[in-house]
Structure formats: structure tokens, C-alpha cells
């Protein structure tokens, strides 16, 4: 399992280098999904062009990432072809809906639980965390991005306290779940 959780994407220099260690591979061929799914006002679809460029300023190719806006499923065999998924900002009950209601869902846990790396971005992290019905499940806690005070940098102890705060400029890092959930970042 190798989950990134961010309030607003690889926003530091190691934010960056963990989700690159955590790819393991030379970042010229990474293959990657970018899910702009829940940029559906203008706040976020404003963002999405920094978001593409998290992937572009590790050396992602352009050529290598892939826009995907769930508009149906995606069968896990061709989604195990990308080396990460990228899932976007935005209104997070529409990217949770949309992801359910396409199927996605089930192919993004069978991703993630055969080690599949997955970045979150702010609503994109919210949707496996219990803020909402129906959410991935990921983590049995309440998950709030953009905080001005977040959690300490280190390893967190299972199962997780009621509400984890996360910073614009920390992550929540999931590596051999339970065992391996740590802060970086501040």
C-alpha cells in the first residue's frame, strides 16, 4: 500500500521527494493518472494546471500522464498499467459520487491494496477518509485539509485519533498499513 494524502499536492521539496522514492522507478517512463474529477467550479479548475505541473516537476513525460474525468469505470488490469493516480482537488462529494457510481471505486481499492501509488489532493484525499458516507475507507477517521495547525511530524499510532488536520505544506504518508502512517511535512 502506498497512499500520499495532501491538502495541496507535493507543495514542498519533500512532500516531492517522498512521492517520488515512494514511485521507486525512474520518473522518465512513470506512467501516471491524473483525475481532475472533482474541479467542477472555478476556484478549482483554477488550480488544476499546478496540479498537473506536480506530476511534470518530478519528470513525469507529459506524454506519460494520462487525464482521466470518470465519465465510467475503469477496469483494474488497465489501471494497474500507471505507475501512480493523481486524484485532484475540488468538490468532494462529486468526486466521491462519481467514483462510486462509475465502479471506480472498486478498482481503485484492488489498485491500492496490490500496492498501487495514489496521491491525493485535498477532496481527493478527503474521499478515503470517513468525512463522508459512503468514502473509501481507507482510514476510519474525519480527515480536514488547508488547516493553519496540523498534525506533528512523525509516525501515528492505530487506530487514528477522531480527526486528522493536515497542513497545505504536510502529508499523511500510508505505507504498510497500520504500521507505516506517518506526517512529514509541517
Known sequence: MRVLLTSAGLETEEIKERF?????????????LFIPTAAIDADAIEVLPKCMNDL???????KNIDVYDLH???????????????????DTQYLLERINDTGFNKSLTAY?????????????????SNNLENNLGLIDTKLDVHCVTG???????????????????????????????????E
Do not use: H
Open 20 to 32: 517520488m522514492a515512494m514511485v521507486g522507478k525512474d520518473m522518465s517512463v512513470v506512467k501516471a
Open 56 to 62: 511534470l516537476k518530478c519528470g513525469i513525460s507529459d
Open 72 to 90: 465510467a469505470g475503469m477496469e483494474l488490469e488497465k489501471l494497474q498499467q500507471y505507475d501512480a493516480v493523481y486524484l485532484c482537488g475540488g
Open 112 to 128: 491500492i491494496n496490490n500496492n498501487g501509488l495514489v496521491i491525493g489532493v485535498s477532496a481527493g484525499s478527503i474521499i478515503f
Open 151 to 185: 498534525e506533528r511530524r512523525g509516525k501515528l499510532a492505530y487506530p487514528l485519533k477522531n480527526n486528522v488536520k493536515l497542513t497545505n505544506t504536510c502529508a499523511l504518508v500510508i505505507q504498510d498499513f497500520p504500521d507505516g502512517m506517518e506526517i512529514i511535512g
